[in-house]
């Protein structure tokens, strides 16, 4: 009985080596991504768990045709002018037998069905706040092209997984190619720099070298007392109403980032999907009726508890992929800051995840926000913001002005869990909106 028990589990695990052996195969060797898993591979358990999770969205079990799948994925990169991906799932679209009037008119072309996502995937990269359960209740009333709630459901983590995706390219992906390749990347004709087959093993010595190396020790060593000190006090942390106190003093204070607010200009080729321009992430202090729109506590709906089962309910192999990538990002840690090891690093990450996720109005009640403007400096939270929120509105010369006493690895660390952070705070909003909606059906 043990014994076959043994073989059972022995058999299950090289069906997942050969599984992610094939992922592998089929995305790291595919040329035209080849810069976004090379930078990605720096961590290369993160990118094993990004790719099993987007190799499952396109080509998994789901109620969802392959085509639209790619089209969800054409709509969801465009809202943040990716023209990089947009390019990439047109010829896809076009190769699993699409319709190519939907690539060459885009959305007066598309499925009614599809078209009525628009709305869904403008607020979802934008403001997830205003995502109510009416928005769910109105995409899934009986009648002809409404969606089922296994439909939605998948269509919303297809739209946010993208969203994550032309972000990070757009805010670190196309900042670490060279500036004479940047234009190669973002271009349907794009030549790789270098090929690989399986990304390399993270290399804990490799260092920035932009900057002076008093300049970097210096930064490092001043954060690392900071941090020092807060352990210290987390011995004796703040009453409950300082902490909601704390918690709005910064998010008044992201009001104070600069940020380029200005209605970003769509390219010719990217234009026939993308409509409403204007509509922009607005900072969540200024939103528009406040209490219609309250802030998001953690603790009346988190991801552990309620937002992973919720997704369960409609599929359970998915809601447990996002789960691990979630795990994989907040645990990933090699215990290094700059040119110190032996580090524990989880305040500056906690900090970074906790401010992405109050840019987005989701607040953790237990959290001291105070522990934000102690440890991340304003020029890096500017970045944050900008690749979070703005991410087509990146540039090289702020990239290379943060973090300039780390590890590039580490940069690229911090830019990923920037992604998954706003991937879970829309998860978190549009979850509850189906969980309501749910419940009152």
């Not at 047109?90 to 699993?96: D, I, N, S």
């Amino acid at each position: 009985m043990e014994d076959d028990l043994e073989n059972d589990m022995e058999d299950d695990e090289v069906d997942e080596l050969s599984e992610l052996e094939e992922i592998f195969t089929e995305y790291i060797t595919n040329n035209h991504f080849d810069m976004a898993w090379k930078v990605m591979g720096e961590h290369n358990e993160y990118l094993t768990s990004f790719l099993k999770t987007h190799h499952t969205l396109l080509t998994g079990d789901g109620p969802l045709p392959a085509t639209i799948r790619h089209l969800i994925a054409i709509l969801a990169s465009a809202r943040f002018s990716c023209s990089f991906l947009v390019e990439s799932h047109k010829k896809e679209l076009v190769r699993l037998g699409g319709n190519i009037e939907w690539v060459e008119k885009g959305l007066g072309a598309a499925p009614k069905k599809i078209r009525k996502l628009y709305e869904l995937n403008m607020i979802l990269a934008h403001r997830p706040w205003v995502l109510t359960a009416q928005h769910i209740t109105d995409l899934t009333a009986p009648g002809a092209d409404n969606w089922s709630l296994s439909e939605l459901v998948y269509a919303i983590v297809l739209m946010v997984h993208f969203h994550l995706f032309a972000s990070f390219i757009q805010s670190c992906v196309l900042m670490e190619e060279r500036e004479n390749q940047k234009e190669n990347l973002n271009n349907r004709h794009f030549t790789p720099a270098i090929k690989c087959k399986i990304a390399p093993p993270y290399d804990c010595t490799q260092t920035n070298h932009k900057g002076s190396p008093s300049t970097e020790f210096y930064k490092v060593d001043h954060l690392l007392q900071k941090m020092q000190i807060l352990r210290g006090k987390q011995q004796s942390p703040p009453p409950k109403e300082e902490l909601k106190s704390r918690f709005h003093s910064v998010t008044l204070n992201c009001n104070d980032v600069e940020n380029c607010s200005l209605v970003p200009v769509i390219e010719p080729d990217l234009s026939h999907f993308v409509r409403d321009v204007d509509f922009q992430y607005v900072d969540f202090a200024r939103r528009e009726k406040e209490s219609e729109f309250p802030t998001f506590r953690i603790q009346d709906f988190n991801w552990d508890e309620e937002g992973y089962s919720m997704i369960s309910r409609f599929n359970d192999d998915l809601a447990q992929l996002l789960d691990d990538k979630f795990r994989t990002i907040c645990n990933l840690t090699y215990r290094t800051m700059g040119r110190h090891s032996s580090i524990d690093t989880t305040l500056f990450r906690r900090a970074s995840w906790n401010y992405i996720q109050c840019l987005w109005g989701i607040r953790h009640d237990d959290y001291d926000y105070a522990e934000v403007n102690d440890l991340l400096h304003r020029n890096l939270k500017k970045y944050i913001k900008t690749a979070s929120c703005y991410p087509e509105q990146c540039s090289k010369q702020e990239y290379n002005s943060i973090m300039k006493d780390f590890k590039t690895s580490e940069k690229i660390h911090l830019l990923m869990l920037v992604g998954e952070a706003k991937l879970q705070s829309s998860l978190l909003y549009s979850m509850k909106a189906v969980s309501l909606h749910f419940n009152r059906s």
